[in-house]
C-alpha cells in the first residue's frame, strides 16, 4: 500500500508569519493529494488538493506544491492568523486503487497572537 | 445544508454488545468511507464503498462490518466490541474517485 509521512507533528509561529507543513509518499503511482482541516470537535474540511499533473495550486493564503520526482508535497499558508489554529492532515490516492485514502499522522498547528 | 450526519455523538458500551453507529448524507454522493482517529496514528480507512452494494476494505478492516444498501446511508456495525476499537470515528462521502470527501462531526466510542 501507501505510506504517507508528515512533518513536523507540532509547528508553532507567531501571526502573520509563514507556515509549512511537509509530507512525502512512498508509492509513485499516487495521483491525488489532498489536504485536510480538522478544528477541535470536528470532522476534517478539505482545505486545498492537487493532481500529479500540476506542480503548484493557490487559493488566497493557502498553497500546496508538489514534487513527483522526490515524492512529496507541501502545504504553505501565508499572513498566518489565530483561526489557522488547527491540526492539518495531507493524504494521498492513486486511480488503480479506486475508494482508498492514506493520511498522514497529522500537523497540531498553533497560530500564536 | 449539505451534511454527513453521524449518530450517535458519544457512546460508553461495554466489551461484546453489539453496536452500530449510523452515517447519512444528503448530497447524492457515491462514495462513502469510515475512518477512525487515534492519537499520533492520523486517521485510518476502516472500509469504503463505491456505490451501493459495492464495499471494500480498508487499512484496519477487522472487527467492523458495513453495508450499503442505500446510497445516502452507511452504516458501521461492531459486532462484539472490544476495547482495542476506543477511538473517535468519523464518516465520510464524496462524489467518486479523487474528489473531495466531505466528512462528518465524528462519533467518539468508548469499550470497557
Known amino acids: 500500500g501507501e505510506n504517507v509521512e508528515q512533518h513536523p507533528s507540532t509547528l508553532s509561529v507567531q501571526e502573520g508569519d509563514s507556515a509549512v ?48 520526482t522526490a515524492k ?10 489565530p483561526e489557522d489554529s488547527a491540526v492539518y492532515f495531507c493524504a494521498a490516492s492513486k486511480g488503480s486503487t479506486l475508494g482508498r485514502l492514506y493520511f498522514g499522522r497529522g500537523t497540531q498547528l498553533t497560530v500564536w497572537p | 445544508e449539505a451534511q454527513v450526519t453521524q449518530n450517535p455523538r458519544y457512546l460508553i458500551t461495554v466489551t461484546g454488545k453489539k453496536l452500530t453507529v449510523t452515517c447519512s448524507q444528503n448530497m447524492n454522493h457515491e462514495y462513502m468511507s469510515w475512518y477512525r482517529q487515534d492519537p499520533g496514528l492520523g486517521l485510518r480507512q476502516i472500509y469504503y464503498s463505491m456505490n451501493v452494494e459495492a464495499t471494500d476494505k480498508g487499512d484496519v478492516p477487522e472487527g467492523y462490518k458495513v453495508s450499503r444498501k442505500e446510497k445516502r446511508n452507511f452504516p458501521l456495525i461492531l459486532e462484539s466490541p472490544s476495547p482495542n476499537q476506543t ?3 468519523f464518516c465520510a462521502s464524496g462524489q467518486g474517485r479523487h474528489q473531495p470527501q466531505h466528512f462528518g462531526d465524528g462519533t467518539r466510542l468508548s469499550i470497557l
Open chain 1, 72 to 81: 512529496h508535497f507541501s502545504l504553505h499558508i501565508t499572513e498566518t492568523q
Open chain 2, 87 to 89: 477511538s473517535l470515528y
Open chain 1, 21 to 68: 507543513i511537509k509530507c512525502t509518499y512512498s508509492d509513485s503511482a499516487s495521483n491525488y493529494f489532498p489536504w485536510y482541516k480538522q478544528e477541535l470537535g470536528k470532522g476534517p474540511q478539505l482545505i486545498i488538493d492537487i493532481r500529479s499533473n500540476v506542480g503548484e495550486k493557490k487559493d488566497q493564503r493557502i498553497a500546496v506544491t508538489l514534487n513527483k
